[in-house]
């Protein structure tokens, strides 16, 4: 998860590569993020939109797209700690592309409209830190669940869904936990949950995700980076005993070679290959389990 012990690995990997976090982030135009995305065959031409989504807590707002024609199965996608940005619309735009309708969440919407750094900004540095930390306070397993009634809720009403399909929901670092819970309170709606790095899966406190297992009615991807393995070797062994003593499904794999955050393409730590690979892995999911 995201801590100290892993803006050191990324460091370490920046410069094995003979970058700086400086270098990194000025290479990062809209076109250079495009060219990192998986490709996708036969994609279908698509429509966007900036959307107010109203919870209980307020409007949020986020970024719609869907395929240009038919009604498709939804995917609700939450941003990592660095919130809704230019990587995680391209990416909702790509999975749209292959067929589903998808909300990018900006989770931050109670204490910012929009986007909370600026391009390039890297989560390594201690001032973009200190400014990410009061918004990443702001949630709770209560606000994940209430908002995720709220999109489930907006989605279902939405032209371009299909309602008798199940929903699809992707977490990424702190977020990876939202598919958890939203699929265990929402187990009739939510049909698949794909963690990337996702932090905090298996933990001793009673709210841990891992324990909402028997609740979820989902099939699940559960993607987890190399380093964060090696820093709490359990919890891919808690992970995988309560699926199976659930009898739910359950994809469950470390990904060599990655550190923390390798799935978003303006991530520091990002690796293409296995990036393209999880990608390809939550395609299989959402086309099993949302059919």
């Known amino acids: 998860m995201c801590d100290e012990r892993t803006e050191k690995d990324i460091d370490r990997l920046l410069r094995r590569r003979g970058m700086t976090r400086r ?46 024609e038919g009604r498709h199965a939804a995917v609700i996608m939450w941003p990592d700690i660095k919130g ?23 989770p931050y919407y109670r204490t910012a409209r929009g986007e909370v750094i600026e391009p390039g900004e890297s989560f390594g540095d201690p001032e973009v830190r200190a ?22 809720e907006y989605l ?20 990876g936990s939202y598919t958890f819970r939203l699929a265990a309170a929402y187990p009739e709606r939510i049909g698949a949950g794909a963690s990337f790095h996702g932090g905090g ?3 001793e406190k009673a709210d841990s995700p891992h324990l909402l297992v028997p609740e979820v009615d989902a099939g699940f991807l559960i993607a987890i980076a190399e380093n964060d393995d090696e820093k709490d070797p359990e919890d891919k062994t808690l992970l995988r ?15 060599e070679g990655t ?8 991530g520091d730590a990002h690796n293409q290959v296995q990036a393209d690979r999880a990608w390809e892995r939550m395609l299989a999911l959402f086309e099993r389990e949302l059919a």
Request: proline residues 7%; glycine residues 8%.
């Open 23 to 68: 270098d990194f982030n000025t290479a990062l135009s809209v076109a250079a993020l495009a060219a990192l995305l998986p490709s996708v065959a036969n994609a279908y031409e698509v429509v966007e939109s900036e959307v107010m989504v109203r919870t209980p807590d307020g409007d949020a707002d986020c970024y719609l797209v869907h395929p240009a």
């Open 84 to 106: 809704i940005r230019p990587a995680f619309r391209m990416m909702g735009k790509r999975l749209a592309q292959s067929g589903y309708t998808v909300l990018v969440i900006n």
């Open 131 to 152: 400014r990410l930390m009061p918004h990443a306070r702001s949630l709770s397993p209560k606000t994940c669940v209430s908002d995720g009634g709220a999109f489930i």
């Open 156 to 175: 279902d009403a939405h032209q371009a869904v299909d309602p008798g399909r199940q929903i699809g929901t992707a977490g990424y670092c702190m977020t």
């Open 201 to 203: 899966l298996a933990t």
């Open 241 to 255: 005993a309560a699926f199976d003593q659930a009898g739910k499904s359950a994809e469950i794999e470390v990904y």
């Open 259 to 266: 550190l923390h955050g390798w799935c978003p393409p303006d």
